[in-house]
C-alpha cells in the first residue's frame, strides 16, 4: 500500500519543539539540491480502511467504516481532524497553543471575509490633490491648481494616485483575499481527496502564523516558507499534490492567511 | 415558535415590495444592471457611476436618440454616432475624425465601450466626466459646429418631440446640462466585457490558442504590456487611466518649442479654449500639457483601453499607426526619443514570432457581439503587417541606440506565466450569465 500521510493541524508548534539548526549552506550552494522532505510513513489498516495522519509526523488514525481510497464527508472530516488534533494536545500538554475561536465567531464556510476597508466612492476627478513634482515655474502648471473649477484629474504619473486608485487597489486585495477565504475553506478546490480542507485545522486560519516564517520546520526537515507548509499540509493532512509556487490558488491562500494575521509584529524565525 | 418558513418569505417580500414602491426613482435605478458580462467588474461599475447620474430606462432612451441625431450640429450633418459608429466599435475607423463641412480635427476618436469606467474623458482628460465631455464636440467649430450652448437649447426647443421628452424624462424644459446628462446615460450603458479573454481567465483554458496563451505571457513579462495596460479582475480596462509620452507626437515636433509658445497662449480652466486648441491647432500634440500647464506632461496622451482595440484602429491620439503590428514596432524600439519620453518606455527587443503572439492575444478582448467585424479587421491587418514603416529592428535588438536592457524572457517550458495568476486571481467560480436584453 502507498503511503499514507495524514492530517493536521498546526505544523509551526509542533515543529518548534525541536529547534534543530539546519546545516550551515554556503549561499552558492543553495541553489543545488534541496534537502530530502522527510515522509510520513502511515500505519495500514488490516480491515482496509482509511488512515488519517496528523501533521506532526507521528501521529494517525483509523476511520472505521470508510476504506483506502474513499473520501470523508465534511462532517466525516472536521470529526477526525478534530480527534487526532485532541490526540496530539493530550501527547503534548505543555505545548504553546493558540486559543481557537469559537464556532460562533468563525465565519460560516463559504461566507465572504469582512471587509477591513471598504473601498470609498472616488472623489470627483477635478478635486482631487496631487502630490508635489513635476511643476516647473516656467510651466506655471501651479496656478492651474488654483483656479478650482478647472476640470483637471491632477496625478498623472507615477507617484500621484488618486482615491479611484486606492478604491480600485482595495478592492483588488480584498479581491484575492476572499478567493484565498474559499480555496481555504473548501477540500476539493486545492485538490483533496478525503474531504479534508484547511479550515477543519485552523478554524479562521488560527495557528498558521505566516509571520514567523521562515523558519526551520521539523516536520520538512529543513527551513520553510510558508507556501512549503501549505504545500506540507496539502500533500499529508489533504491528501492532494502540492501547488506549484505560482498556483492562483497557493497565491490566494497566503494573501487570505496574511490578512488574517493583519498588525502581527514579523518574527520570521519564531517556534 | 418561529413561524413557518413560508410566513416568514412572503412577508419579507411584502416589505420589501412596499420600500421599492417608496423609493424615489433614482434612488431605484443604481442597482446594478443585470445584464454586466464577467469582463465588466461590479466593484469598478460602482466606483464610476455616481448615484445621481446612474442611466434611468427612461434618460437611457432620450440620450440614445440625441446620441443619434445629427440635428445638434450646424447644418444637420453629424451625430455624435457619425465618430463614435456602433458598427466600427463606437468609433469612426478613420485616423482623425471629420465634422461639418468635411473639417478635419487632430485627433482620433476613441472607442466609447468602456468609457463609463474612464477616470478621464478625452485624450488629454481635459473633461472630468462624461456629461462634461458631451458638451464640447457639439460646440467645437470642427466638430458639430453650434455656435454656443443657448443656440443649440434654442434649436433642441423649436422640435416638439424633444419638448415633450425632455418634460416626461426631466420634468422641465429643454437645457444644455439635461441634455448632456441624457446622452452620458446612454453612454453608461456601453459597457463591454464578453470576450474569449474573459472565458480564458475564468477558468477556460482552452479558450486560448498557444500564440495566444504566449501572447498573454507576454503581455505580462516580456512586452511589458501591463506596464501602462494594467488589469485585474476588478479594473479590467487594460487601463492605468494615466497620461504618458510615448514619443508619437515627436514624429513632428519640436516639443521644447512648441511648448514655450503655448504657455503664452493657453488660458488655465478655459475649457472650450482648450478643446479648440486641442482639435484645430499644432498645440494639440502637446496633449495633456494643455490641461495641465505641467512640464511633464508635454507629449502625454491618456493610456487608452485595450477592450475591444482589434476594432477601434487606426491606433494613438492621431491614429497614424495603422495596424497593431505597427503600434508593437513603436513600443519594441522604445518609442521615438524625445526629452519628455516616459521613463518606462524602452526597447523591448521582441522577435517576429513574439510580436505576431502578442497581437493575437489582443485580438482576443473584442467582444464576442464584434466577433464578424474583429475577424475581417484581422485579415485587413495580417495583410499590412508586411508594410512596416514603424519597424527598426536593429535598435528593438540593441544593435544600435542605447535604450537600455530587457526584461527576461519567460520561460514556457518551466511554467507559463500566464497561469500566475497575474490578473488577479484567476477564479474557478463560473461567471454569471452573459446573456444580453
Known sequence: MKLLVGTGALLSFVGGAALATGPATPPNAAAAQPPEVKKHELPVSKDGNLVVGLCDGETSMEVKGVKAGQSLTRAQAQHVS???????????PDAHWDAVPLVAQAPAPGATTPRTQQPRPPAPASSQTVRPGGVTPESGGAEVKKELSAPIQDGHTYGAFSDRDEAIWAASTQQFVDEGHRVFHD?????????????????????????????????????????DMINWCIENP?????????????RAMEAYIYAKRKGVKLEYGKK | MRPPCGVALSLAVLLFAQAGQAQPAERRAVSLPDDLPPGVSQVLWKLSVPADLAPTPERVLLGEK??????????????????????????????????????????????????????????????????????????????MGMPDEAAVVAKVKAIPEYVRDFQNVFGREVNFDDLAAAIAA?????????????????????????????????FNGKARCNTCHAGNVVSPLFSDQKFHNIGIAAHKQDFVKLAREALKVVRTGDAQQIDELALETRFSELGRFLVTKQENDVGAFKTPTLRNIAITGPYMHDG?????????????????????????????????????????????????????????EQARQRRLKHKRPERDTAVAMGKSGNLGDLAPNPDLSVKNPADIGVYGTETL???ASTSRP
Open chain 2, 66 to 143: 440625441l446620441f443619434n441625431d445629427q440635428r445638434l450640429s450646424v447644418d444637420n450633418t453629424v451625430s455624435c454616432s457619425t465618430c463614435h459608429d456602433a458598427r466600427f466599435g463606437f468609433t469612426d475607423a478613420k485616423p482623425v475624425s471629420e465634422g461639418v463641412k468635411g473639417q478635419k480635427v487632430t485627433r482620433n476618436s476613441p472607442t466609447l465601450l468602456n468609457a463609463l469606467f474612464n477616470a478621464s474623458q478625452f485624450w488629454d482628460g481635459r473633461a472630468s466626466t462624461l456629461e462634461d465631455q458631451a458638451k464640447l464636440p457639439i460646440l467645437n467649430p470642427r466638430e
Open chain 1, 187 to 227: 477540500a476539493a478546490a486545492i485538490g483533496g481527496t478525503v474531504g479534508i480542507s484547511c479550515d477543519m485545522c485552523h478554524p479562521d486560519a488560527s495557528n498558521t502564523h505566516p509571520e514567523t516564517y521562515p523558519k526551520y520546520q521539523v516536520q520538512l526537515g529543513r527551513v520553510a516558507l510558508l507556501r
Open chain 1, 238 to 250: 489533504v491528501r492532494g499534490r502540492p501547488l506549484a509556487d505560482g498556483d492562483p490558488r497557493m
Open chain 2, 429 to 431: 467560480v463560473k461567471p
Open chain 1, 82 to 92: 478534530g480527534a487526532l488534533m485532541e490526540e496530539w494536545l493530550r501527547k503534548n
Open chain 2, 320 to 376: 497614424t499607426l495603422t495596424t497593431l503590428w505597427d503600434v508593437m514596432d513603436h513600443y519594441n524600439k522604445g518609442g521615438v526619443p524625445n526629452p519628455y519620453l516616459d521613463g518606462g518606455m524602452q526597447r523591448l527587443g521582441l522577435t517576429e514570432a513574439e510580436i505576431d503572439d502578442v497581437v493575437a492575444f489582443l485580438f482576443t478582448l473584442t467582444d464576442a457581439r464584434f466577433a464578424k467585424y474583429a475577424a475581417k
Open chain 2, 186 to 218: 446612454f453612454e453608461r450603458t456601453l459597457y463591454s466585457g464578453d470576450a474569449k479573454f474573459d472565458r480564458f481567465i475564468t477558468g477556460d483554458s482552452r479558450a486560448f490558442t498557444a500564440a495566444e496563451r504566449r501572447g498573454w505571457a507576454l
